[in-house]
């Protein structure tokens, strides 16, 4: 691997295997020019980040669509042999899953809207199996991964800004799509207009404090669930870099102690983003 | 840590995952959740139902075996009155019936009594007649004398 130096290990670790687009006349790491405009699996860190935005992280895309098709075929699975009478192991596992979501909705949703606990569900499933690839120990996946002639492979969906921002960002449009349908253009608009203070004088400032809050909801959701995946990525690469006989030391209880930051992390994202669902259904 | 298509690329797979939940597998959990729901509330019903039937049950076993009781006690009672009304009758059948056999042998008795009487009566006149001939020595004519005879028999 091309690990050289405990920084080059760590930034190797935490890029992504992208795939995008080069201009041409680019001067690869190599040293060859591109000689027309391609598409091309990026080799190093510099590479990947002069893609610019026209690149796709293959692993976060490729892992996150991996759990959320095992998370839909499993929760499909039992859905279909759903029975009324005495449920099996996965069944009740799904249904646990889903009364906890129920849950939660029930709790902080005070609107009617069937989408919602579905929705809450994907959510909550999605990130928390994307999280839980974390736990997989940081070489094993990069070493295959190498093996098979991928110069970087970072497996966790979470840790990658792209794929928080991703979920953030359609969490977003449906706060925007439910406020325009529950309270209409006009009520929208004055709902920013006349909060927090209900003075025609202070509509600038009462706009531009709105509006703020509004974007700083996908983003703070995105942040958070990134911040904490990422820190905690970040220390298990760290925890690598010592010694072998000494790692477990470290390592089991940072695990240990990720197992509850993993739950708690797609749990939090969950339930602020039904939060936030549930404002947008307030009519006043 | 780039920016990149990979974001507009994660919300369309999330958007997809949520059409295909909402359709596809949120409905039927939920729908076996309640059903098995509805289907305990029925069963817990059912089994207050059958613990309140029971006791109806029971309830009204016992009455009936009162009421069996009682009958069964009437019954004898009747049985017992009935017999010995019967043992009643009989014995005064009975003593009817031999009150009547002694009246007959009585009148039997009576009427042997009236005929020996009778024959003895006859008898007598005969050996009266037969007697008064010796002392006469001679034949008495029955014929003129029957007044007399009668008489005398009548007064034997």
Known sequence: MAADTPVEYIRHHLTNLTYGKLPEGYERADGSVVEETTWTMARTAQEAADMGFMAVHVDTMGWSIAMGVLFLGLFRFAAKHATTGQPGGLQNMVEM???????????????????????????????????????????????????????????????????????????????????????????????????????????????????????????????????????????????????????????????????????????????????????????? | MNINLTLIGQTIAFAIFVWFCVKYVWPPITEAMSARQKKI?????????????????????????????????????????????????SKGEARQEGKKLIDQAHAEIEQERVKARDDLRAEVAALAVAGAEKILEKSVDANAHSEMLDKLAAEL
């Not at chain 1, 069937?114 to 990069?142: E, H, R, S």
């Not at chain 1, 991964?145 to 969906?157: D, Q, R, T």
């Not at chain 1, 708690?264 to 259904?281: D, M, N, P």
């Not at chain 2, 049950?57 to 019954?75: D, F, G, I, V, Y």
């Open chain 2, 41 to 89: 509330a029925d069963g817990l019903s059912a089994a207050d139902r059958a613990s309140l039937d029971l006791e109806l049950a029971q309830e009204k076993a016992a009455q009936e075996m009162r009421t069996a009781k009682e009958e069964a006690a009437a019954l004898i009672e009747q049985a017992n009155k009935r017999a010995s009304q019967i043992v009643e009758d």
């Open chain 1, 97 to 284: 899953t889903v009364e906890f979501v129920q849950g939660i909705v029930r709790d902080v949703f005070h609107g009617k809207n069937p989408i919602i606990a579905p929705l809450a569900l994907t959510m909550f499933v999605w990130i928390l199996l994307m999280n839980t690839l974390k736990l997989i120990p940081v070489d094993y996946i990069p070493t295959v991964a190498h093996a098979m002639g991928l110069e970087y492979f970072k497996i966790v969906p979470t840790t990658d800004p792209n794929g928080t921002f991703g979920i953030s960002i359609g969490v977003f449009l449906l706060i925007l799509f439910y406020s325009f349908k529950v309270k209409g253009p006009g009520g929208f608009l004055k709902e920013l207009s006349f909060t927090p203070f209900n003075h025609w004088s202070l509509i600038p400032f009462n706009l531009v404090l709105e509006i703020l809050a509004l974007i700083i909801k996908p983003v703070s959701l995105a942040l958070r669930l990134f911040g904490n995946m990422y820190a905690g990525e970040v220390v298990f690469i760290l925890i690598a870099l010592l010694p072998l006989w000494i790692q477990w030391t470290l390592g089991v209880p940072w695990a240990i102690f990720h197992i509850l930051v993993i739950v708690l992390q797609a749990f939090i994202f969950t339930t602020l983003a039904v939060v936030y669902l549930s404002a947008a259904h307030e009519d006043h």
